[in-house]
């Protein structure tokens, strides 16, 4: 039975469950994104803030990301990463995509911070996710007048989720590497009809991170913008090619770390 404590928003974050898989699927089938819109209080936005602007500094004013549960436990996204209505949404959109449950229950949380000189090279860096669902969560957008926001640019539900891991990694290593520098022109994007997803902090925005080719547009170096991505579902979690794809990636940051 629901009791009315059971619907109040826990430690300020407003109420996500399963019942909005259906719609949300719908729409990223559709148009490639599902809202949520003002999941996150502004409260905890400011706190994860301030949280942000010391790890920039320790950073040298630079980009940088924290991948793995590790930074998540010690934030005030923490309830929302640990809250069983998202995670039983989560599994919902999986099932409803891939027809089988999720190989597990686990979710990868990345912080993506992009300032600086750095945050230009991570911009405009078109990838396919190794999930099949993502949850994006804008924790700071540049607003200034003038200021481009750096949007979020997807070409939605470019491919099916590829059953094969070794498929997987060869279409990601063509679309990703040797095709890179065509996704990022005008002419393809309207050619391809990308889609460009401007972010309001405290919306969630889910899309099928393994099907829609995406990327963000660039910001300012004197700016900051911040995104916390929630990935859920790897169908290829088991698979002994995963190693190649994990190395694949730790390459691909270490070379743009060093360009
Ligand atoms: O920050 C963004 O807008 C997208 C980040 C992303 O796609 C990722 O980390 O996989
Ligand atoms: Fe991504």
Redesign the pocket.
């Given at each position: 039975m629901t009791t009315l404590n059971d619907r109040l928003p826990r430690d300020g974050f407003a109420p996500v469950s399963a019942a909005s898989a259906h719609a949300l699927a719908k729409s990223m089938d559709e148009s490639g994104v599902g809202v949520l819109h003002q999941i996150v209080p502004h409260a905890i936005l400011a706190q994860m803030r301030s949280f942000v602007a010391h790890h920039i500094e320790q950073h040298g004013g630079q980009y940088f990301?924290f991948e793995g549960n590790g930074w998540i436990g010690d934030t005030c996204l923490r309830p929302l990463f640990e809250d069983a209505g998202l995670q039983a949404l989560l599994r919902c959109l999986y099932d409803l995509k891939m027809r089988t449950s999720p190989p597990s229950d686990r979710i990868f949380p990345?912080l993506?911070v992009?300032t600086g000189t750095h945050g230009l090279r991570h911009a405009n860096n078109f990838?396919f996710?190794s999930y099949v669902v993502?949850v994006?969560l804008p924790v700071q957008i540049p607003n200034g007048l003038d200021e481009p926001p750096?949007d979020?640019v997807m070409f939605p539900n470019m491919r099916d989720a590829r059953r094969f891991a070794v498929v997987n990694i060869l279409e990601k290593l063509l679309v990703e590497n040797l095709l890179k520098r065509i996704w990022r022109t005008p002419r393809v994007q309207r050619w391809r009809s990308a889609k460009i997803v401007p972010?309001t902090p405290g919306n969630l925005y889910f899309f099928w991170?393994m099907r829609s080719l995406?990327?963000?547009q660039a910001c300012l170096p004197g700016s900051v913008?911040c995104?916390a991505?929630l990935?859920f579902g790897d169908p290829h979690e088991c698979s002994v090619f995963k190693r190649v794809s994990q190395r694949l990636h730790v390459m691909r940051l270490r070379r743009m770390a060093r360009d």
């Open positions: 990301a990345v993506r992009l990838h996710d993502t994006l750096g979020l972010l991170g995406h990327a963000n913008r995104t991505l990935h």
